[in-house]
């Protein structure tokens, strides 16, 4: 079995330990955030880093990179106060992973990729027309974590849209029948496919002796 201390990891090459480093958290979520500046440039960019915070009341996390020049996600939600969040199909994929791709800020992704751009209910970011589940966000708060400048951002769900094969009939959503994917390490992309639902589990009789 290989071993990495500590001190082989800080020695690592930068590209070989990004994709280490990377896959050691296990499959990740792939999602499409979208965001619009307030003089009108809509923006979308891939993240891995999306996770659940709360279901009463819905909100979801997701974790930004140290700011940048390019950072046009984080300004787009502080200016605005809404994004939303799509889910990346098997479809998608090529063109989903290129929003990783740092362009200026007056260049959308959308034009540079087959991903559609699309309004729904008058929310003010757009959505991703050819994602299988569309969720629209309203920012809460951040956290920014000191250690690495990597910042948590809070928001809660407004609005859900999905396609209709996906939702079972107590709630549970089956991403495999949307082809949705996921993220191994920061750029490998792997379809899934539910193997078994188990109920809610409680705690086993321990035995007298």
Request: cysteine-free; glycine content about 8%.
């Given at each position: 079995?290989?071993c990495?201390?500590?001190?082989?990891?800080?020695s690592l090459?930068?590209?070989y330990?990004?994709?280490l480093i990377?896959?050691?958290?296990?499959?990740?979520?792939?999602?499409?955030?979208?965001t619009?500046?307030?003089?009108?440039?809509?923006?979308?960019?891939?993240?891995?880093?999306?996770?659940?915070?709360?279901?009463d009341p819905?909100i979801l996390g997701?974790i930004?990179?140290?700011?940048?020049a390019?950072?046009?996600?984080?300004?787009n939600?502080?200016?605005?106060?809404?994004?939303t969040?799509?889910?990346l199909?098997?479809e998608?994929?090529e063109?989903g992973?290129?929003?990783s791709a740092?362009y200026e800020?007056?260049?959308s992704?959308?034009d540079?990729?087959?991903?559609?751009?699309?309004?729904?209910e008058d929310f003010?970011?757009?959505?991703v027309?050819?994602?299988?589940?569309?969720?629209?966000m309203?920012?809460?708060?951040?956290?920014?974590?000191?250690?690495?400048?990597?910042i948590?951002?809070v928001?809660?769900?407004t609005?859900?849209y999905?396609?209709?094969?996906?939702?079972?009939v107590?709630?549970f959503?089956d991403?495999s029948k949307g082809n949705v994917?996921?993220?191994?390490?920061p750029?490998?992309?792997?379809?899934t496919?539910?193997?078994?639902?188990?109920?809610?589990?409680y705690?086993?009789?321990?035995?007298?002796?």
């Open positions: 079995m290989k990495f201390t500590q001190s082989d990891l800080s090459d930068g590209l330990r990004i994709n990377n896959g050691l958290s296990g499959f990740k979520s792939a999602n499409l955030i979208g619009i500046s307030e003089d009108g440039n809509e923006n979308v960019a891939i993240f891995s880093s999306v996770i659940h915070l709360g279901s819905p997701f930004h990179r140290p700011i940048t390019e950072g046009n996600t984080y300004e939600i502080k200016q605005t106060g809404f994004y969040i799509n889910h199909s098997k998608l994929m063109d992973h290129h929003t740092k800020r007056d260049v992704e959308f540079m990729t087959s991903l559609k751009s699309e309004y729904l003010r970011a757009p959505f027309a050819q994602a299988p589940i569309k969720i629209a309203k920012y809460l708060e951040e956290y920014p974590i000191a250690f690495n400048g990597t948590l951002m928001g809660e769900i609005a859900v999905m396609e209709d094969a996906l939702l079972g107590d709630g959503v991403l994917v996921a993220v191994n390490g750029d490998g992309y792997a379809l496919k539910l193997e078994n639902r188990y109920p809610f589990q705690p086993k009789q321990i035995a007298k002796k």
